[in-house]
T-cell receptor
Framework: DAGVIQSPRHEVTEMGQEVTLRCKPI?????LFWYRQTMMRGLELLIY????????DSGMPEDRFSAKMPNASFSTLKIQPSEPRDSAVYFC??????????FGPGTRLTVL | KNEVEQSPQNLTAQEGEFITINCSYS?????LHWLQQHPGGGIVSLFM???GKKKHGRLIATINIQEKHSSLHITASHPRDSAVYIC??????????FGTGTSLTVIP
């Protein structure tokens, strides 16, 4: 398996633009997690899905953030409108029955 | 106050040394996780444990539930072990709390 795939790897955008981050989990995994990492706050769990259903989105910072998982092989994290404070590395991870999480390479987002 | 505290924040060791990184937490947990983040940014999950001890190669993770404490040990450290090690705890309902990480540098 290719592991967790994220795209794009780097994204630079201007404040106010919509940003969509994509994740393809490992085939057969039933959990998918979105994390954000910044120097100031470290790693934070934003939202996670179980069998494509959002279970806990209490970590989503505000209404500008939304996440979807239309099927078992694809998830998106959208920020609209983006702000400079959203600049961070966004990681997607997947696991089977929460046994061990496999992380994607991350998307480095810069909002100017 | 952070729910998860790690120590030390930074650690420099000579190759071959035995290394210990500590993690204390203040909440009830369902599991504790040790993550490794390489200088390039990639994150690898090393261990997930809820009791006792786990070993993988030169890495050993222990947890004491009563004391709310876990340790990650690296035996015969090597420069390729240089990374940031992050402790995280998960609770029922999958709340996650992360430590701020321990930056380890192993010098040849």
């Amino acid at each position: 398996d290719a592991g967790v795939i994220q795209s794009p790897r780097h994204e630079v955008t201007e404040m106010g633009q919509e940003v969509t981050l994509r994740c393809k989990p490992i085939s057969g995994h039933d959990y998918l997690f979105w994390y954000r990492q910044t120097m100031m706050r470290g790693l934070e769990l934003l939202i996670y899905f179980n069998n494509n259903v959002p279970i806990d989105d209490s970590g989503m910072p505000e209404d500008r953030f939304s996440a979807k998982m239309p099927n078992a092989s694809f998830s998106t994290l959208k920020i609209q409108p983006s702000e400079p404070r959203d600049s961070a590395v966004y990681f997607c991870a997947s696991s089977f029955s929460q046994i061990r999480q496999y992380f994607g390479p991350g998307t480095r987002l810069t909002v100017l | 106050k952070n729910e998860v505290e790690q120590s030390p924040q930074n650690l420099t060791a000579q190759e071959g040394e035995f290394i210990t990184i500590n993690c204390s937490y203040s909440v009830g947990i369902s599991a504790l996780h040790w993550l490794q983040q390489h200088p390039g940014g990639g994150i690898v999950s090393l261990f997930m444990l809820s009791s006792g001890k786990k070993k993988h190669g030169r890495l050993i993770a222990t947890i004491n539930i009563q004391e709310k404490h876990s340790s990650l040990h690296i035996t015969a450290s090597h420069p390729r072990d240089s990374a940031v090690y992050i402790c995280a705890v998960s609770r029922t309902g999958n709340q996650f709390y992360f430590g701020t990480g321990t930056s380890l540098t192993v010098i040849p």
